[in-house]
Structures are given as structure tokens and as C-alpha cells.
């Protein structure tokens, strides 16, 4: 299931199960402890990484015929959240798989959900807007007004108590210290999709659909806008490593390409790009490996790449025989899992004997 140019493996097969359909969304809870994935059935699905070929599915909804696309846990893993195209957000116990709320959005379809990274607050899509959820007393706290577009990504800062809304013409932030005031505006000509804070929240990146992508220090009024992309900016990923400059790395994939964005220390550079070609379809996923620079790319290709440094190919992971939807790293690098088009749910390794590659 793996092919390797270099002389010792990075990450071995470790165990596989399947879902009824594609696979939508995988993600970790912050402690390790859980993998959760969701698929175009509608399953949610809760997954225990045991030994070698051991990976338990714990069912927390079945197959509805509604696609389940997005998914969360709270950071202080006590939630797990769930939406689709069945308009409701679904909130359970991560650890008993008891369900503790059915916010029903009469039938808007939701895509996007995240926590909060500071208290319980779950913000999800709403079509033209944006609903934050109070875990801890049961209650929709505000319903934010994006007006131009239907919502494409939100993000929460993951210092201050911001919240990123994307659509037609750019992005909103709002201060969660006061839901009242008026949002920052960064304005785009076209649409912005994917967004994304680096680890620290001092830059905010931004996928356009008119094939750019933009990088805002937060605080300034100079963006520095990046060109020349085949398609739409898809995929946004941050390192949290940093560089001789203090800067994390950025990945952002567009049709089969990734471009990988270093801040240089020249101003007027900015930040200089260089392009990883191996993909013959479009990338469906990008994620840093913890603490490093070892990049993971999944695409509808069939194959999970990982690059040493964010520049070498180092080793392809294969599976999914109709192409890989979506990975995420286990929060301490333990383990990479990746979801298939075909429904197939795949965890790899480091294998024991290998150095660990990405860190210098």
C-alpha cells in the first residue's frame, strides 16, 4: 500500500475500515484519543485505534441518505458536532456517544462547523449566515449576517476571540468580545472559499475563486496577494513549526497542484512559493505533520503523498482505489488517517525501525 523514494519508511499501513459511501470528513479530538468520520451517507462514525489491523467503529448516526460533511470537537474534547445536508447540527459526547443536541436549520444545508478553541462555542453555516451555539448553556448566542453570499468557511482565531467568515467578496471578522460591532472587512474582487489563521493568528490566508491567494498580517493594511494558480485556491494548510524568521510554512493546493509559501525576510518579496507536481487529479486534502514541515496531500488520484521539508517527495500512500477525500494527523504525529472516495477509512504509522522525518 506504500511506495517510497528513499531508503526507510516513513509511515506504514496499520489498519483499515469501511463506510458505506464517501468519506466526507475525518478529524482527531485534541487528546488523541478519538478519530471521528463522517460520509456521504450520513454516518457518523467514532473510531478506536487499537494494534496493528485493530481500528473499532462505534456508530453515533447511521446511514441517513442525507450526506454528513462536516465535523469538530470541542478542545477540551468533551464534543463532537456534526452537520449536513439535512440541515441539522448534532452534538454528542465524545467519549459516551450520548447525543446532547439536535439544532434542526430547517433544511439550509450545513458544511461548516468548527469550535471554538477558547470555551464551548460552536459556530456552523447557515446559509447567509452564521449561528454560535453555547454548549454550556444550551443556547444560540448570535446569528451573524454574512448578506452577500451563502457562508464558504469559517475559522475561529486561535488567540483572540475572532471569528472568519468567507463568501462573495471577501471576509468578515467578527469580535467575539462583543457580537455587536460592525465585522472587519477584507475585501476581495471575486469570492473567497477556504481561510485559514496560522497556529499563532498573526496571518490570516486566503483562497480566492478568481485562482489567487492572499495573505493578510493581521493588523496591517498591505496583503500580500499570490498569483498565477490553474484553478481555485481549494486547500489552505499551516505549519506550526516556524522559520529562521519566526514564520510558518503555508501550503495551499489548487486543481492537482500544491504551492508551498515561505515569508521571506525581504519585505518587498514577501513570501516566496515553490510547486509540488506529483498528483494527476485534484487535491482533495493538505495537512502539516505536527511540529514539523513534513507535508501530507491526499488527492482523487489514489495516492496520499508526503513531502520531507515541504519540498521532497519522501513516500506515496495508496488504498483508495478511487481516490483519497480527505487525512488528518493525530495530534502527536502517532498516526495519519485518510478518507476514500469509495467509503474505505485508512490509518497509517511510523513505522519503528524509521528516523522521523520533517524535523531538523
Not at 67 to 79: G, I, K, R, T, V
Amino acid at each position: 500500500m506504500s511506495s517510497l523514494k528513499s531508503s526507510e519508511q516513513t509511515l506504514e499501513f496499520h489498519a483499515e475500515a469501511m463506510l458505506s459511501d464517501y468519506v466526507t470528513a475525518v478529524t482527531w479530538s485534541p487528546d488523541g484519543k478519538t478519530l471521528a468520520v463522517c460520509s456521504a451517507a450520513g454516518e457518523v462514525m467514532l473510531a478506536k485505534v487499537g494494534g496493528v489491523n485493530e481500528l473499532s467503529l462505534q456508530p453515533l448516526q447511521t446511514a441517513t441518505g442525507k450526506s454528513a460533511d462536516c465535523l469538530s470537537f470541542s478542545s477540551d474534547n468533551q464534543f463532537l458536532a456534526a452537520g449536513g445536508q439535512d440541515g441539522k447540527v448534532r452534538i454528542w459526547r465524545a467519549h459516551s456517544g450520548e447525543l446532547i443536541a439536535d439544532l434542526d436549520n430547517q433544511r439550509v444545508w450545513v458544511d461548516k462547523l468548527a469550535w471554538s478553541p477558547h470555551c464551548n462555542q460552536l459556530a456552523f453555516s447557515m446559509g447567509r449566515s452564521v449561528q454560535v451555539w453555547n454548549a454550556d448553556d444550551d443556547v444560540v448566542e448570535v446569528t451573524l449576517n454574512f448578506n452577500s453570499s451563502s457562508i464558504l468557511d469559517l475559522a475561529w482565531h486561535p488567540v483572540l476571540k475572532y471569528l472568519a467568515v468567507s463568501g462573495y467578496q471577501g471576509v468578515k471578522v467578527w469580535n467575539g468580545e462583543d457580537w455587536d460591532e460592525d465585522p472587519h472587512v477584507l475585501s476581495v474582487p471575486s469570492a473567497t472559499g477556504a481561510i485559514s489563521w496560522s497556529p499563532s493568528g498573526e496571518y490570516l490566508a486566503c483562497g480566492n475563486m478568481d485562482n489567487t491567494l492572499i495573505v493578510n498580517e493581521w493588523g496591517s493594511f498591505q496583503p500580500w496577494v499570490m498569483q498565477g494558480f490553474p484553478g481555485k485556491v481549494r486547500e489552505l494548510a499551516w505549519s506550526d513549526k516556524t522559520n529562521s524568521l519566526g514564520a510558518p510554512l503555508l501550503a495551499a493546493s489548487s486543481s492537482q497542484g500544491i504551492s508551498v509559501w515561505e515569508r521571506d525576510a525581504d519585505e518587498e518579496v514577501g513570501w516566496e512559493g515553490w510547486a509540488l507536481e506529483v498528483h494527476e487529479n485534484v487535491v482533495n486534502a493538505i495537512a502539516f505533520e505536527p511540529t514539523t514541515f513534513l507535508l501530507a496531500s491526499a488527492a482523487a488520484d489514489g495516492q496520499v503523498c508526503l513531502w520531507y521539508e515541504a519540498e521532497q517527495l519522501l513516500q506515496i500512500l495508496e488504498g483508495a482505489e478511487g481516490g483519497f477525500s480527505c487525512l488528518a494527523w493525530h495530534p502527536e504525529a502517532q498516526f495519519l488517517a485518510a478518507g476514500g472516495c469509495g467509503g474505505e477509512l485508512l490509518v497509517w504509522s511510523k513505522s519503528l525501525g524509521g528516523k522521523e522525518f520533517g524535523r531538523r
